[in-house]
């Protein structure tokens, strides 16, 4: 089992910055690859970017990529997500997810086995 809890969510404005972090407990976080994910308002959940077990490999939706980064420190049982040139399309709720397949680099929800409750960003205009 591995527990998740996310924090780092608030409102800002469009432009601003925001890194969420989600910690974990139970099994070894160094087994687990990870990823993150959100939810807009009447939208269905939608892949954000995984990174593998070490951090070596990351994968980013195309939404995002180059504006968010995701990174892990092992050490503190913690994975990152640094969000930059906020938009309002990025508001929702933002959830991390663990998967055993420690190996891969998540790219969808597929083979996630554990999600945390997550944390809500608000980007206003």
């Known amino acids: 089992q591995v527990q998740l809890v996310e924090s780092g969510g608030g409102l800002v404005q469009a432009g601003d910055s925001l890194r969420l972090s989600c910690a974990a407990s139970?099994?070894?976080?160094?087994?687990?690859?990870m990823g993150w994910f959100r939810q807009a308002p009447g939208k269905e959940r939608e892949f954000v970017g995984g990174?593998?077990?070490?951090?070596?490999?990351?994968y980013y939706a195309a939404s995002v990529k180059g504006r968010f980064t995701i990174s892990r420190d092992n050490a503190l049982n913690t994975v990152y997500l640094q969000m930059n040139s906020l938009e309002p399309e990025d508001t929702g709720v933002y959830y991390c997810?663990?998967?055993?397949?420690?190996?891969?680099?998540?790219?969808?929800?597929?083979?996630?086995?554990?999600w945390g409750k997550g944390t809500l960003v608000s980007v206003s205009s």
């Open positions: 990174i593998n077990w070490s951090g070596g490999s990351t």
């Open positions: 139970g099994r070894t976080f160094s087994r687990c690859a």
């Open positions: 997810a663990a998967s055993t397949r420690w190996y891969q680099t998540p790219r969808s929800s597929d083979g996630m086995d554990y």
